[in-house]
């Protein structure tokens, strides 16, 4: 406070107020403050105000309702959120076409929605797919058993064919059938492929009684884009396949003592037989998941089937059998005739008789009775079981005589 003389110690006295009692409370005050003082008192009566300690019990009661209320909204979002995981859209697949049968407690349902929780599931009559999150499919063929389950990595999944054939487009979807397990290499979006475990269902077909009784068979896999790695578990042996290429469980031996291997698959020609005629094993001939396929060894332990079709079948099991008697012919040598022809062939038993100059080499062949032809060159005389051996096991020599060497 500043009095009219300029002196902000000295105020003007009031009424009542002698010298002696300034005296005595100047005294008292003691020293004077500094300009600032005002202001600091100013900003600490503030920084009390804000504080949480300073404020009034009806604010504390305010915000103590307040948070509860917030922690309530936030119990009930969260809760929301619960639900929500337990059935994620990510974990869905959306049934296209006509809808699937869902095997619910002791029963199929028809369902057009599926979860990826391990459930049964069968396609009967009729066409559909399953469309997953990412825009991954599933096609089961009519007569089809599967399973859909989620995969060890977040945004995979696992399917399971128990019966019948799927085809399978997308990187996220592996692939389990039997004891062979199929996964997409690379993440491309370009894999596509076709599994089959047994053949179709035949039209009209009931759904099997229970998910555990579809029947097990053969396991094969067609890579239609992209690729995969193609592994059996319970020996670790695997393939890696791209495009048009196809592996399988192939038999191996006959009656009790078969096994089954995991080998490349391809389709039965000519020159399959003559690679037969040539020494690569046929380890098996037979019907398996629907279709006849020849298997053959490489000599390494691995094998390779190739499968016939069913309009050639019986082409199919002549060409074999005649390059397996070529090769058996070759291998033999009983097979083989040291000593001159016309003196071991009577004239009686040659029903044809070929002579040809091919280059530098003289070619003479006999066709006997007994159906065994003899051939002589300069690189010595061969008698093989038939014309077809004899023409399996030297095709450049004698190609050009088929049509000579036709029985007549």
Known sequence: MTNADGDHRTPPLADGCDARTLIALRAASGPAPDDDAAARIAAGAWRRA?????????????????????????????????????????????????????????RWVAARRVHADDTALYAAEGVRT?????????????????????GETRGTFR?????????????????????????????????????????AAATGAAPPAFPASAPAAFARVQVDGGSAR????????????TAAQSAALLPVGEGPGVRLQLGRLG????????????????????????????????????????????????FALDEINTAMLARVARASIDMQVDVDVAGSVSDDDVTCEIR?????????????????????????????????????????RLGALRDDLAPR
């Open 50 to 106: 804000r504080s949480p300690g300073a404020r009034s019990d009806w604010r504390r009661v305010l915000r103590g309702r307040a948070l509860r209320a917030a922690a309530a909204v936030l119990v009930v979002a969260v809760g929301s959120l619960g639900v929500f995981a337990l059935d994620p859209p990510a974990a869905a697949f959306a049934v296209e076409g006509a809808p699937i049968q869902m095997w619910k407690g002791d």
């Open 159 to 199: 399917v399971e064919i128990l019966a019948g054939t799927a085809q399978v487009t997308g990187p996220t979807l592996f692939v389990s059938m039997a004891d062979v397990d199929v996964a997409p290499d690379g993440g491309d979006g370009a894999f596509r492929a076709l599994f089959v475990r047994g053949g």
């Open 130 to 150: 399953l469309r997953g999150p990412d825009g991954a499919t599933i096609v089961p063929q009519p007569g089809t058993t599967l399973r859909i389950a989620k």
């Open 356 to 396: 040809r100059t091919l280059g530098d080499t003289s070619l003479r062949v006999l066709v006997l009775r007994s159906s065994d032809v003899v051939v002589e060159s300069d690189g010595g005389v061969r008698r093989y079981p038939s014309v077809e051996a004899a023409l399996a096991a030297e095709p450049e």
């Open 267 to 314: 389709t039965f020609s000519t020159d399959v037989a003559l690679c037969i005629a040539s020494g690569s094993p046929v380890v098996d001939v037979g019907r398996t998941g629907g279709d006849v396929i020849a298997v053959l060894g490489d000599g390494g332990g691995a094998v390779h089937g190739f499968v016939i079709d069913r309009a050639e079948v019986r």
């Open 230 to 241: 193609v592994r059996r578990r319970s020996t670790g042996e695997f393939l890696d396949l």
